[in-house]
């Protein structure tokens, strides 16, 4: 009995861990790690660095744009609040052409 609980709390474990890295992008800026929900379940950009990459690079992708990485930037100090809304309003209207 005793084993048979261990085995189903360590999947438990595992698919606790496996849903956090679906739902959560976990973005690097400096020595820092920042979790930012993702909107939809997946694993792209699960890990993401910022170091060495323009902001114009960062914000250039959609899905990490649209579920806010705008914001660390911004918390961070690595843009203004016009820069971010330069890139906001560029992609916004990007968007809507197609």
Same mark, same amino acid.
């Given at each position: 009995?005793?084993?048979?609980?261990?085995?189903?709390?360590?999947?438990?474990?595992?698919?606790?861990?496996?849903?956090?890295?679906?739902?959560?992008?976990?973005?690097?800026?400096?020595?820092?790690? /920042?979790?930012? /929900?993702?909107?939809?379940? =997946?694993?792209?950009?699960?890990?993401?660095? =910022? /170091?060495?990459?323009?902001?114009?690079?960062?914000?250039?992708?959609?899905?990490?744009?649209?579920?806010?990485?705008?914001?660390?930037?911004?918390?961070?100090?690595?843009?203004?609040?016009?820069?971010?809304?330069?890139?906001?309003?560029?992609?916004?209207?990007?968007?809507?052409?197609?």
């Amino acid at each position: 009995m005793r084993q048979v609980l261990k085995k189903y709390l360590t999947w438990a474990i595992l698919a606790g861990i496996l849903y956090a890295l679906l739902s959560y992008h976990f973005i690097i800026v400096g020595r820092t790690v /920042k979790p930012l /929900k993702k909107s939809e379940l =997946t694993l792209n950009y699960t890990f993401y660095s =910022t /170091k060495g990459k323009r902001v114009s690079t960062i914000m250039a992708i959609d899905e990490l744009r649209e579920d806010g990485i705008g914001e660390i930037l911004l918390e961070a100090g690595r843009m203004s609040e016009s820069e971010y809304q330069m890139y906001m309003s560029k992609y916004d209207l990007e968007e809507e052409t197609y």
